[in-house]
């Protein structure tokens, strides 16, 4: 399957998941450039991590509002798999894409180190590869991944199985309501997740917890 | 031209660390009696018209796309 994953100015995540992109799926994805007004035929988007415009207003709320952006939502609405990482999650919301918002994190500190993720719903185009209730390794880095949603959305997103990921065994890193880590959008083709799952990939990162998540939105098979 | 403030503050029920984290140290200053703080962002704005219904409206719009995230901010518009 192709993919392509979108560039903006302050994504510095964009080279790993380039290359958790190519070793997995065999192809070198596309980049996409925000001023892009259209995106080549590909099966999956994605917006790696990082801080865009310097994370100013609100994390991801000035990449959301950029050309780039409109092409995307034209995607997802044609059933294209759309996947934000860290700051990708951030746009996604931001851009409406997914429901609720994140917010500094309770301890007002950022976070990098390893969570345990749990999968709740494996059975999305982003989870196959991985068991109901199996719980992986995953790192997170970031300032702004508290996420946050009231009370009316977030029983409609617990209600309709879009929580994916839940962080595991007390590893909540950032006072995510829920424990929530990553959600999917109701029609199931747009997941976004603070965790990184592309910096957890093959033995020299101690570990390949996250490849089942590209296998599966990827169409390989888990390695 | 007329000159605009854009105040964007928390909706309530939204948890604000920062607030929380600003009320503990007003505390620690010796301020007795703080109740809650919330913190937010305020906009000042000039808008290139004498239209005032205009720049509300153009104003209100800013706010709705980009100022203010809707899902946890609510946002107030006052003309100089």
Redesign the interface.
């Known amino acids: 399957m192709k993919s392509a994953v979108v560039q903006l100015p302050g994504l510095n995540r964009d080279r790993d998941m380039i290359a958790a992109l190519t070793k997995i799926s065999g192809k070198a994805p596309v980049t996409v450039w925000q001023t892009e007004t259209e995106i080549p035929d590909v099966d999956l988007i994605v917006i790696p991590g990082g801080f865009s415009y310097g994370d100013y ?2 994390c991801g ?2 990449a959301a ?1 950029m050309p780039v952006m409109q092409a995307i939502k034209a995607k997802a609405e044609q059933g294209v798999r759309v996947l934000g990482v860290c700051n990708g999650f951030q746009i996604l ?2 851009s409406g894409l997914l ?3 994140l ?6 500190k950022f976070v990098c180190r390893e969570v345990k993720l749990q999968v709740v719903n494996a059975d999305t185009a982003f989870t196959r590869a991985y068991a109901k209730g199996q719980v992986i390794r995953s790192p997170v880095a970031h300032h702004d991944g ?1 996420y ?3 009370a009316e ?1 977030l029983k409609a997103v617990e209600g309709n199985g879009q929580v994916v990921f839940r962080y595991a065994e007390g590893t909540n890193p950032n ?1 995510s309501i829920n424990d929530i880590a990553g959600v999917v959008n109701a029609k199931g083709n747009v997941l976004g997740m603070m965790p990184h799952p592309e910096n957890l990939i093959e033995a020299a990162h101690g570990g390949s917890d996250g490849r089942g998540l590209f296998a599966s939105a990827l169409d390989v098979i888990a390695a | 031209m007329i000159k605009a403030r854009v105040t964007v503050t928390l909706k309530n029920g939204v948890l604000d660390p920062q607030g929380k984290a600003i009320e503990g140290a007003l505390g620690a200053l010796g301020f007795d009696g703080i109740g809650h703080v919330r913190q937010g962002k305020v906009f000042d704005l000039e808008l290139q018209t004498a239209d005032k219904a205009k720049a509300e409206a153009d104003l209100k719009a800013m706010c709705e796309k980009l100022l203010a995230n809707t899902v946890i901010e609510n946002y107030s518009i006052s003309l100089a």
């Open positions: 207003l609100r709320a000035i509002r919301v931001e429901p609720g918002a917010m500094r994190n309770a301890s007002l508290n946050f949603a009231d959305t006072g």
